[in-house]
């Protein structure tokens, strides 16, 4: 197996409704990663690209569609997909495609256009219910959301206000990061008192929809000097695909994380994820999603993540900083674009190239970690430097 | 490297950028349907319900009972084939009480989606509305009954229980 | 390839038909898997270390159709990805997890339930490109009827070359159990079909097949160790090339001719002459067969139709092309048209392949294009 | 066929009919916002430039595909092209039979890598062929969207 690092990466502004197709939008974040590496599109030997439901942008194929400003023209052009943990997937498949000894360098890229879908993109999520006997009801995405948050909050006795405190520290960090969205000071109040859309569910607690890209150029160990002299290593990776009957299992926990998370560490030889992880992006589509993430993650124990976010261990400058590009709450969700940004933070973070975002211990090693579908990916990657 | 602004593609727009003729667009739908085969298990739990009845599966080799039945046991990759009644009550496992719309579009009263786990199933339901109950008075743990449709309404569907209500 | 190598230790084909209604999508994908699991010996639940699938949402009339896959495939709580993308390119994926040494055996799954798509038409014109083709409104097959004006008068292949091709593979399928569309025709049949979009005429055009295709792979020693007759994929290679047409060059498939090339490198082959004895490939449309060959270098540029006319593609030519009876025989199968044809490979190396069989049938290859209005192409090669 | 039970009477068959309630509203990106902005307002037909394949392309882009090179320079290569290949179309997107056959092409420009696709009218298909020289009959200008079809179709060129 060849060791993969990561050269550079590239992102577009965060936005509700972008002026530019996919494909532009994909070229811009491409492009940025390829000129951070000094390379050009003859160095590139494959794309691996993502982009989540074909529902947003409303082109079926959409792989297909997106492959030029990928960068794909004539090469090897793969689109690999695990719903809303795409973004950190993708990274995953560009290592497997590395790592394999088939290819020295991979473009991967994430892109997504939500907002092709209108009025309001909201509505392609109905689509991903069981075609037989949820969709008749008229699903909405918040009702799953909402359905785990309550039963999160019910098993442990977690209070509103404490989830709020991740809404609230994820914007304030994204005030630093050029490419928000929806950067914000606000308070716990604020998100209680904001609109409830699915009790428990407030609109404060909840990442807005995007338009965006975000791309990494991936290298083998044979050549990732060439184009950086500091690499950041792709040590572990892990992903799970729980059950499609998520309403015969107990939402309180995601399992299919801490499994990602368990193969994402052996392979990098990590036993005590709390010491051994400096820095975390864990998927934060819902501020409860964070916590909920940081315990399948083994960074704490079950239920113990709002009690280390109360004690500001999880802020910029505390011992366990996670989300400090901002998060999905504070930058945006472009959903598989979203999940590539944050792997792209953690490599700025341990290049220490992040600037006013940079967390104030030192960092060895971090990770970063999307979700998906119905309850039921986790996709995990634990970079080194 | 440090991201500054000036460097990130993106030209974002407002909605009525489009009403005021500042941005061209092309306005399209999907226009193909899905006529979905339901094979044999969906196919026989649909007919279950258009006779008031919840059918569940069981897996002889885990010894579970689970609903939606499937014709393939998950835990142990078995062939299933034996068939249960379930009783067409339960207890909430979880719930919500929801503003919005599936399009997004705000709702005054709002509905109460909820995970029923069937009584004589192992940990195993569906998800469905609740009704004829106080959104304040909805509790985790509540008991409830399926709220069927008259016989002749019943069509084979997952609205053919109406909703379930509180077992009092 | 690289040092390591990579086999199929066993495959599982579902139910099959024109229609499918007896089995649910997870039905179908059980009975494929399940069977492939049972010729490669092994437990899912145990022994696979990773699931992938070839989808594409609309094709299944779910987003985030991944969601579905893992239960029916004995994947839950395991590595699962989908690949929106032909079953080869998904083949691709495994190949390579397992060349990074941390996966032993993968299972790999694609399967069509086109019969659900009430509109395939709308469907394909929803893929093309919302700016410079959508609102022209056009039935998607046009574009193939450019391509094929544009193939046939580049080179010497003429519509009879290319009717030629229905009337093979038609045939062929006569003997294949998946001939769901198979019939004798002659010449004339299909010269004189109805014109649909001229040069390109109805019995030119596959229709569409339900069914389901699974296949296992192991590395070198896990093969060895599970398989008495293990198939090695010695090449696999993938391409795209530009998304739109008017940037293409019409006349050539350059994405076949360079996802045989990456295909053919690994595998060591410097000459395609003779380096085959059969060859499952695109024929979604009566010409594409014709193109590919010539891309992949199965035959010199122009010359296709004139073998075809001398019998060298038959099931007892120099190189069997389609001896299964392919798409325009077999019907389409959306993104798992891939997968068959390498099944339909794998079938003939084992000596499996019925009244198809092609006699010392010791190294061939399969190659997939993901259909209008891609120019994506996939390639295997494989030996015994 | 290794499931265990199966259907045996095809009054059990059951399928569940559904639509996919979804809207698209599609920009036409910043390179398409250009090309039919000048073809809705200036009659202008435009391709972009690539400094680094030093080509310039149909339909344009504000990327070349080819290179990455970032394509700002454009050029109007007028309404007159050359058909490079054609179909006759007796289908309609709907799957209907045309009453009228219908003509599309695909049209070349010189000096210009890649070109458009389009209908093809007042013309007999039998009359067509490659090679042809044919020029874009553009709507009134008020009735102009800003989308391809503001060009009706390609007329043979007197």
New interface residues.
């Given amino acids: 197996?060849k060791r993969v690092a990561i050269v550079s990466a590239g992102?577009?502004?965060?936005?509700?409704?972008?002026?530019?197709?996919g494909?532009?939008?994909s070229?811009?974040?491409?492009?940025?990663a390829?000129k951070?590496a000094g390379m050009?599109?003859?160095d590139v030997q494959c794309v691996a690209e993502s982009t989540?439901?074909?529902?947003f942008d409303?082109?079926?194929?959409?792989?297909?569609?997106?492959?030029?400003?990928s960068?794909?023209?004539?090469?090897?052009?793969?689109?690999?997909?695990?719903?809303?943990g795409s973004g950190v997937?993708v990274t995953i498949?560009g290592w497997?495609?590395v790592?394999?000894?088939?290819f020295d360098t991979c473009l991967v890229v994430a892109s997504e256009k939500m907002?092709?879908?209108?009025?309001?993109p909201?509505?392609?999520?109905?689509?991903?219910?069981?075609?037989?006997?949820?969709?008749?009801?008229?699903?909405?995405l918040?009702?799953i959301f909402?359905?785990?948050m309550?039963?999160y909050m019910?098993v442990h006795k977690i209070a509103h206000e404490q989830i709020a405190l991740v809404s609230v520290k994820n914007k304030k960090n994204a005030l630093d990061?050029?490419?928000a969205q929806i950067p914000e000071k606000i308070t716990v109040k604020d998100v209680l008192n904001s609109?409830?859309?699915?009790?428990?569910?407030h609109r404060l607690d909840i990442s807005p929809t995007s338009?965006?890209a975000a791309a990494l150029v991936l290298a083998s160990e044979d050549v990732a000097y060439k184009y950086t002299d500091k690499p950041v290593w792709i040590d572990g990776v892990?992903?799970?695909?729980?059950?499609?009957?998520w309403?015969?299992?107990?939402?309180y926990y995601p399992?299919?994380v801490e499994?990602a998370a368990a193969?994402a560490y052996k392979?990098a030889g990590i036993t005590n994820p709390r010491k051994e992880i400096h820095v975390a992006e864990p998927y934060d589509p819902f501020d409860y999603k964070e916590l909920h993430h940081m315990e399948g993650l083994m960074l704490c124990g079950k239920g113990e993540a709002p009690k280390l976010t109360e004690k500001g261990v999880t802020q910029r400058d505390g011992d366990l900083p996670t989300c400090p590009s901002g998060g999905l709450l504070g930058v945006g969700n472009p959903i598989a674009a979203s999940g590539t940004m944050k792997v792209a933070e953690i490599f700025?973070q341990l290049r220490e190239?992040?600037?006013e975002r940079q967390v104030t211990r030192k960092c060895q090693t971090g990770l970063a970690q999307a979700w998906?579908?119905?309850m039921?990916?986790g996709t995990v990657v634990v970079l080194r430097k | 490297m440090k991201l500054t602004r000036e460097m990130l593609g993106g030209t974002p727009l407002k909605e009525n950028d489009f009403d005021q003729g500042k941005v061209l667009f092309y306005d399209d739908a999907l226009r193909t349907a899905y006529n979905w085969d339901a094979g044999v298990a969906m196919g026989k739990f649909l007919a279950g319900l258009k006779q008031g009845k919840i059918l569940g599966v069981r897996c002889r080799k885990c010894r579970r009972v689970v609903t939606p039945p499937r014709m393939f046991c998950e835990e142990c990759f078995s062939p299933i084939e034996e068939w249960v009644e379930l009783k067409d009550t339960g207890v909430v496992d979880s719930f919500s009480i929801c503003y919005v719309r599936w399009d997004a579009g705000r709702i005054k009263k709002p509905e109460l989606p909820a995970i029923i786990l069937f009584d004589g199933a192992d940990h195993a339901g569906i998800l469905h509305l609740l009704g004829e109950v106080d959104p304040k008075d909805v509790k985790i743990g509540m008991k409830v009954q399926a709220v069927w449709k008259p016989e002749k309404e019943r069509t084979g569907s997952i609205l053919d229980i109406k909703y379930f209500r509180p077992l009092s | 390839m690289a040092k390591s190598k990579v086999a199929v230790i066993g495959y599982g084909v579902s139910s099959y038909g024109s229609l499918s209604p007896e089995v649910s999508y997870k039905e179908m994908m059980y009975e494929a898997c399940s069977k492939a699991y049972q010729m490669a010996g092994i437990d899912p639940r145990q022994d696979v270390d990773s699931f992938v699938t070839a989808s594409e949402d609309f094709n299944e009339g779910t987003s985030i159709f991944d969601e579905y896959i893992p239960d029916q495939m004995g994947g839950m709580l395991r590595p699962n990805q989908t690949i929106a993308g032909d079953g080869i390119q998904a083949v691709a994926a495994g190949v390579m997890q397992i060349l990074t040494g941390r996966f032993k055996i993968v299972a790999v799954e694609a399967h069509s339930k086109a019969s659900n798509i009430t509109d395939h038409i709308g469907l394909l014109h929803f893929a093309t490109d919302p700016a410079f083709t959508r609102p022209l409104r056009a039935h998607p097959y046009f574009l193939a009827g450019l391509e094929m004006r544009c193939f046939l008068s580049a080179s010497r292949n003429t519509e009879q070359h290319a009717a030629r091709v229905a009337v093979k593979n038609k045939n062929n399928a006569m003997l294949n159990p998946l001939g769901v569309h198979s019939a004798k025709i002659a010449l004339e049949d299909v010269l004189a079909s109805e014109p649909t979009f001229s040069p390109l005429k109805k019995l030119e055009q596959s229709k569409p097949a339900d069914g389901g295709f699974c296949v296992v792979l192991a590395n070198e020693k896990m093969a060895k160790k599970l398989s008495d007759k293990p198939v090695w994929i010695t090449g696999i290679g993938w391409c795209s090339d530009s998304y739109q047409p008017e940037r293409r060059e019409m006349s050539w498939p350059e994405y076949a001719r360079l996802a045989a090339e990456m295909a053919f490198r690994q595998a060591g082959i410097p000459k395609q002459k003779n380096a085959f004895r059969i060859a499952e490939i695109d024929d979604t449309f009566s010409y594409k067969e014709l193109q590919h060959l010539e891309a992949m270098g199965l035959a010199r540029k122009g010359e296709s139709g004139r073998l075809l006319e001398q019998g060298a593609f038959d099931i007892d030519g120099e190189l069997a092309v389609n001896p299964s009876g392919g798409s325009l025989g077999c019907g389409h199968l959306l993104d798992a048209g891939g997968l068959f044809r390498l099944v339909e490979v794998l079938r003939q190396l084992r000596g499996e392949a019925a009244g198809c069989q092609v006699k010392d049938a010791r190294k061939g290859m399969a190659m997939s294009w993901r259909g209008i209005p891609t120019a994506t192409a996939a390639v295997a090669v494989l030996e015994v | 066929m290794a499931l265990i039970e199966k259907l045996e009477r095809n009054l059990d068959l059951k399928s569940v009919f559904m639509k996919i309630p979804l809207n698209h509203r599609y920009t036409l990106g910043v390179a398409g916002e250009k090309f039919f902005r000048a073809l809705k307002d200036e009659d202008k037909i435009l391709a972009s430039y690539c400094p680094g394949c030093k080509l310039w392309f149909l339909p344009p882009a504000i990327f070349c595909e080819r290179c990455f090179s970032q394509m700002d320079k454009w050029k109007d290569v007028g309404l007159s092209a050359a058909v490079l290949s054609f179909t006759v179309a007796h289908y309609d997107l709907e799957g209907r039979k045309l009453p009228e056959p219908e003509v599309y092409a695909f049209l070349g420009w010189r000096g210009i890598e890649g070109g458009l696709i389009h209908r093809l009218g007042e013309i007999k298909p039998e009359k067509v062929s490659i090679g042809m020289k044919v020029k874009a009959k553009l709507a009134a200008k008020k009735q102009r969207k800003g989308l391809i079809t503001d060009i009706i179709y390609f007329v043979p060129e007197k």
Wanted: aromatic share 12%.
């Fill in positions: 197996m992102i577009t502004k965060f936005m509700r409704r972008a002026q530019e197709t494909r532009e939008l070229f811009h974040a491409a492009n940025m390829l951070n050009t599109l003859a989540a439901p074909d529902a409303g082109v079926h194929m959409n792989g297909e569609y997106l492959s030029d400003g960068g794909g023209w004539r090469k090897p052009y793969l689109r690999s997909y695990v719903g809303g997937f498949h497997y495609q790592a394999s000894g088939m907002s092709s879908c209108h009025p309001h909201q509505a392609a999520f109905l689509n991903i219910f069981d075609n037989f006997i949820e969709r008749p009801l008229g699903c909405n918040l009702w909402a359905l785990e309550n039963r019910t990061n050029p490419a609109e409830v859309l699915a009790w428990p569910v338009d965006g892990g992903w799970c695909l729980d059950t499609a009957y309403t015969n299992k107990d939402l399992r299919y499994k193969m392979m700025w190239e992040a600037g998906g579908d119905l039921q990916v």
